[in-house]
């Protein structure tokens, strides 16, 4: 009885903390788009956080999930079966939120370019809505 007690708390563990939760379909879409204009950051590896998944742990400690490292550590062999996968989706998870601050980041400073040329009179009003529109379609996602 005991054993079958520890058996189900393990399978229950494996269950619930093995799984990362990955980005959501507008995210993946957002991403992708990014990723097909060049402008994506590839902070993480999303394939070598999926190898290191073999390991003890590796693709959550990869993916910065310590956390579930550790549980997926303890856990080993039975790990191996969604750790590559968890570690995969933290790797895609992390370049996505990189990519956003990176683009939002380039977004303001070319608005902040277009301001101040409007306002040292170098543009018109109506060059400089024209601009900042390129300037926002530019850095849209896309979809």
Not at 35 to 61: T, V, Y
Not at 104 to 122: I, V
Request: hydrophobic fraction near 40%.
């Amino acid at each position: 009885m005991q054993y079958l007690r520890t058996l189900l708390i393990g399978g229950l563990l494996a269950i619930t903390t093995g799984c990362a939760n990955g980005l959501n379909s507008v995210q993946k879409a957002e991403l992708d788009a990014y990723e097909s204009r060049g402008m994506a950051i590839r902070d993480k590896s999303p394939g070598a956080a999926a190898a290191l998944g073999l390991l003890p742990g590796g693709g959550s400690f990869y993916g910065r999930e310590y956390g579930y490292g550790v549980v997926n550590l303890l856990l080993w062999p039975l790990s191996i079966l969604w750790d590559p996968v968890s570690g995969y989706d933290a790797a895609r998870a992390i370049n996505y939120n990189v990519t956003k601050a990176h683009v939002a980041k380039l977004h303001e400073r070319e608005l902040q370019e277009l301001d101040d040329q409007l306002g040292s009179g170098q543009m018109d009003i109506a060059r400089y809505t024209l601009e900042k529109r390129k300037v926002d379609s530019k850095y849209r996602a896309g979809f």
